[in-house]
């Protein structure tokens, strides 16, 4: 059973800072991608932010230069930086990874999801 389990959401003032942790857990024989999700209060749950195995990077407009997303593969863990939060960035934010399991067929992908941690940034 694979988890991921997140950390890091809270509180914060309009330009001050987070980092939000994302562990991955269990029977897993790699990691491909891993992304960070945002889902504020009444929108849809939107692509903040990619980061392959090979250490491509991808951000949505909105957070480019304030968000940097990273990995340390040894732990398993993906990250994601947030600095000079806006109070626009005030949403629940998911950790989605693609692991590659074994399988009596062979290697295959699946998605995993966190169970999302809570951001809000007040004015």
């Known amino acids: 059973q694979v988890q991921l389990v997140e950390s890091g959401g809270g509180l914060v003032q309009a330009g001050g800072s987070l980092r939000l942790s994302c562990a991955v857990s269990g029977s897993i024989f790699s990691i491909d991608t891993m992304a960070w999700y945002r889902q504020a209060p009444g929108k849809g749950r939107e692509l903040v932010a990619t980061?392959?195995?090979?250490?491509?990077?991808n951000y949505v407009d909105s957070v480019k230069g304030r968000f940097t997303i990273s990995r340390d593969n040894a732990k398993n863990t993906g990250y994601l930086q947030m600095s000079s939060l806006e109070p626009e960035d005030t949403a629940v934010y998911y950790c989605k990874a693609i692991i590659v399991r074994s399988t009596p067929a062979g290697e295959r992908n699946y998605q995993y999801w966190g169970q999302g941690t809570q951001v809000t940034v007040s004015s």
């Open positions: 980061i392959t195995s090979g250490g491509s990077l």
